[in-house]
């Protein structure tokens, strides 16, 4: 059987598993956060954030209300 991801939701996924992950290795491995770590943090998760609002059913039907 054959299941169909969004590629949205892949990324999406995906950056929740890495944010999620990075604030472990302070915690378990006594490792300390870089401003470049951070940085890019935020980086992902601005992506995640994107990526979901993108995907508002409300901004497709309204796409294609101006479309018509």
């Known amino acids: 059987m054959s299941t ?3 590629v949205s939701v ?4 995906a950056g929740i598993g890495a944010v999620g ?3 472990l290795g302070p915690v378990f491995f006594g490792e300390t ?9 935020a980086v992902i998760t ?3 954030i994107w990526l979901k ?3 508002n059913p409300r901004l497709d039907s309204h796409r294609t209300q101006e479309s018509s």
């Open 10 to 13: 892949d990324y999406v996924r």
């Open 53 to 55: 609002l993108a995907d």
């Open 4 to 6: 169909k991801i969004d």
């Open 46 to 48: 601005a992506g995640v």
């Open 21 to 23: 992950a990075a604030p």
């Open 33 to 41: 956060p870089t401003p470049v770590t951070e940085f890019w943090l």
